[in-house]
């Protein structure tokens, strides 16, 4: 039995009237529940591939909302063929819903690779990241690169200047890697020698790199990050 046979329901359809789209939505979820559960084949770039339909709750309902949501928009509901059954006009949006996921993840799967895909032979991920930093760095702009560069010898001779306590502190507060209670377990200090510390180690930081020219006009904020990335990416010094 097709819902949208009289005028009435068609009309009130495209006026998208809530009562209507309401009796839309029960008559048919069940019908797009069961085509996102048992999968279909289809084509993409000349490529055969099985969706294997979704089992998981969750994911089950979020796809099937989705997929009302699409057909319930306004564009959706006049571009309706009243001539047509609606059932597989709403099919058809649901199958070009999950094709549009999957070309979307494949595209998004290009983008991203693991970093040990990228090692050369015996180059562990610090190496990795130093050679991509490198990379980035000369194909920046100049005057970018040559900040990245200075502040890089400089929060180095920062940090060669630290006895090892104080630079692991610091370089475990600016990485997030270790909470203050964390630090202060293993160095065998209290939470609140920690807390002191760091706050000197920050504001020594700061006077130290405003001392070598390198914070200039710029947001303390901003610097603090960049200082943070060259620290997680070792090319200090």
């Known amino acids: 039995m097709e819902l949208l046979e009289s005028e009435e329901n068609i009309e009130a359809f495209r006026r998208g009237d809530r009562d209507l789209l ?14 996102l559960r048992g999968g279909f084949t289809f084509t993409s770039q000349g490529e055969t591939v099985r969706f294997r339909g979704i089992t998981q709750p969750f994911r089950l309902q979020e796809v099937i909302q989705e997929s009302f949501i ?5 564009k959706a509901r006049q571009a309706y063929d009243p001539a047509r059954e609606f059932r597989p ?5 649901v199958r070009n819903l999950v094709i549009d ?5 494949k595209l998004e ?3 991203f690779v693991h970093l040990g895909d990228m090692a050369y032979a015996d180059e562990d991920e610090r190496e990795v990241l130093g050679r991509l930093s490198g990379n980035e760095a000369q ?5 970018e690169s040559a900040w990245q560069s200075q502040l890089g010898v400089v929060l180095g001779e920062f940090l060669a200047a630290l006895d090892d306590v104080d630079s692991r502190i610091l370089e475990e507060h600016l990485l997030g890697s270790q909470t203050q ?11 609140n020698d920690v807390r002191k510390r760091i706050r000197e180690l920050r504001a020594r930081l700061l006077r130290h790199l405003k001392s070598e020219g390198v914070i200039g006009n710029l947001e303390v904020a901003d610097v603090m ?3 943070t990335t060259l620290i997680a990416l070792g090319v200090v010094g």
Do not use: C, K, N, W
């Open 22 to 35: 309401g009796d839309v939505y029960r008559h048919y979820v069940s019908d797009v529940e069961r085509m």
């Open 70 to 74: 699409h057909t319930f928009r306004d």
């Open 89 to 93: 006009y709403l099919l058809t949006i």
């Open 101 to 105: 996921r999957y070309r979307r993840r």
């Open 109 to 111: 799967s290009q983008l």
């Open 139 to 143: 194909q920046g702009d100049p005057e």
């Open 181 to 191: 209670q964390g630090m202060a377990d293993e160095l065998g200090m209290s939470r």
């Open 225 to 227: 990050r960049a200082v």
